[in-house]
């Protein structure tokens, strides 16, 4: 069974730095895209940046573009979101979600998601 | 970026009912598009992919068509547990973008 664990959530300043992690498990990590998806609370679905199963290539929403870094380390089976000048709009639930095999932004899997909170 | 603007914000229907979800693209999206359920306090869950394709272990009950710039999400005979909010998303190009959601209400 797939199970996608996140970590690291909490609550930051603005302007401060958090680091999320997703631990993946039951399925080849390596070999499937993977993407942080986040909703505010309250609010609908935002896609927040894509890695390819490789690490080579990484897209951003314009949104955090310049402030949070997506990357993966395929033998540890794990997932990283850096966010650094985090705002108050950063305020959400964040999901680490697997794509499906070849397809990689449609999102099969989702974690049960990690609160990050920006407050002064 | 492509907008998605889903319709209506908000169905309320009796279970057995049909109900129809419409997501409308700002340029084209050819198939390029799921559909997400989201029951609350729970992470969203993919319902059709490829605009008209179930994901495993959807019920049949729910189907997707269209193409282009307009889709619909059908629920041929509503349950008592479709009650949820719906969100549609595309794939077409970056950035992916989600529809504001549909509220499905049964009465």
């Known amino acids: 069974e797939v199970y996608l664990v996140e970590s690291g959530g909490g609550l930051e300043q603005p302007g401060g730095s958090l680091r999320l992690s997703c631990a993946a498990s039951?399925?080849?990590?390596?070999?499937?895209?993977m993407s942080w998806v986040r909703q505010a609370p309250g609010k609908g679905l935002e896609w927040v940046s894509y890695?390819?199963?490789?690490?080579?290539?990484?897209?951003?929403a314009d949104s955090v573009k310049g402030r949070f870094t997506i990357s993966r380390d395929n033998a540890e089976n794990s997932l990283y979101l850096q966010m650094n000048t985090l705002r108050v709009e950063d305020t959400a639930v964040y999901y680490c979600?697997?794509?499906?095999f070849g397809a990689g932004s449609y999102y099969e899997y989702w974690g049960q998601g990690t609160l990050v909170t920006v407050s002064s | 970026e492509i907008v998605l603007t889903q319709s209506p914000a908000t169905l309320s229907l009796s279970p057995g009912e049909r109900a129809t979800l419409s997501c409308r693209a700002s340029?084209?999206?050819?198939?390029?598009l799921a559909w997400y359920q989201q029951k609350p306090g729970q992470a969203p869950r993919l319902l059709i992919f490829?605009?008209?394709k179930r994901a495993t272990g959807i019920p049949g009950r729910f189907s997707g068509s269209g193409s282009g710039t307009d889709f619909t999400l059908t629920i041929s005979s509503l349950e008592p547990e479709d009650s949820a909010i719906y969100y549609c998303?595309?794939?077409?190009?970056?950035?992916?973008?989600f529809g504001q959601g549909t509220k499905v209400e049964i009465k």
């Open positions: 979600t697997r794509g499906r």
């Open positions: 039951g399925f080849t990590f390596s070999s499937y895209e």
């Open positions: 890695i390819s199963s490789s690490g080579s290539s990484m897209y951003y």
């Open positions: 340029q084209s999206v050819s198939y390029d």
């Open positions: 490829d605009a008209s």
């Open positions: 998303q595309h794939r077409a190009n970056w950035p992916r973008t």
